[in-house]
């Protein structure tokens, strides 16, 4: 297991960017699959971003892509999210997540395949 914390989150007016940060405890963070996930009021959780143990393949949602990048250093044992040309939409809070995989090229979309989430840090973007 590992535990994820998340910083970075505020108030941002629309256009304005943002980077997200999750670090993660322990020795073994370059053995997970990461993923950043968010939830706005009166939904569910959605798939934002996601990257493989080496950081070699990411993947996005649709309405984010092109306007938000995952990255990984694991030797810092974090993963970021820059997000940027930010609209009122992107509004909530976002979680960082993390599996133990195998495949080191693998990227996991789906939330119930990740058993470590950080507590989440709120986004708010101003229109």
């Known amino acids: 297991q590992v535990q994820l914390v998340e910083s970075g989150g505020g108030l941002v007016q629309a256009g304005g960017s943002l980077r997200l940060s999750c670090a993660a405890s322990?020795?073994?963070?370059?053995?997970?699959?990461m993923g950043w996930f968010r939830q706005a009021p009166g939904k569910e959780r959605e798939f934002v971003a996601g990257?493989?143990?080496?950081?070699?393949?990411?993947y996005y949602q649709n309405s984010v892509n092109g306007r938000f990048t995952i990255s990984r250093d694991n030797a810092k044992n974090t993963v970021y999210l820059r997000m940027a040309s930010l609209k009122p939409e992107d509004t909530a809070v976002y979680y960082c997540?993390?599996?133990?995989?195998?495949?080191?090229?693998?990227?996991?979309?789906?939330?119930?395949?990740?058993?470590?989430w950080g507590q989440g840090t709120q986004v708010t973007v101003s229109s």
């Open positions: 997540a993390a599996v133990k995989v195998v495949n080191t090229l693998v990227v996991i979309t789906t939330s119930s395949q990740y058993d470590n």
């Open positions: 322990g020795r073994t963070f370059s053995t997970f699959t």
């Open positions: 990257i493989s143990q080496t950081g070699t393949n990411t």
